[in-house]
């Protein structure tokens, strides 16, 4: 085997290992995206039909009837999330301080809980 021959066969076993590191990255971001969507339903427990929960990977979509309002959560690592407010709270009559992220800020999973928190609480008194 010459110099390239075993370049080729090194790049090849590379290429496969990176596919398995990104397959297992996103499994465990889609277990984090299940968890804080089971956790978020525990903490809210919701009459039947007043709160819609759905994850598709590592995004955990809340939304809740009445009155309307819909928020993302986006899993980025064990202890890194974004948040995203995307009905109902950019609009006139909130009664809470805007959000204090953007959709690009990536933060805790404290911060982020503590963001959730928020948002249910202005629910609540509405």
């Known amino acids: 085997m010459g110099i390239f021959d075993d370049e080729v066969k090194k790049m090849a076993g590379e290429a496969a290992d990176n596919v398995r590191s990104a397959a297992q990255h996103e499994d465990e ?38 009155p309307r309002r819909t928020f993302k959560i986006f899993c980025e690592g064990p ?18 301080e805007p959000s ?12 982020m809980a503590r963001w959730v928190i928020a948002r249910l609480n202005e629910l609540r008194a509405a």
């Not at 919701?46 to 009445?66: H, M, R, W």
């Not at 204090?100 to 933060?107: A, E, F, H, R």
């Open 79 to 96: 202890d890194a999330f974004r948040v995203k407010e995307t009905t109902g709270f950019q609009t006139a009559g909130r009664s809470g």
């Open 29 to 66: 971001l889609n277990a984090i995206a299940r968890n804080v969507s089971t956790d978020l339903l525990g903490y809210v427990r919701p009459q039947p039909g007043a709160v819609d929960v759905s994850v598709l990977k590592n995004e955990v979509t809340f939304t809740t009837q009445a």
């Open 100 to 111: 204090p992220y953007s959709d690009q800020d990536v933060i805790s999973r404290s911060k």
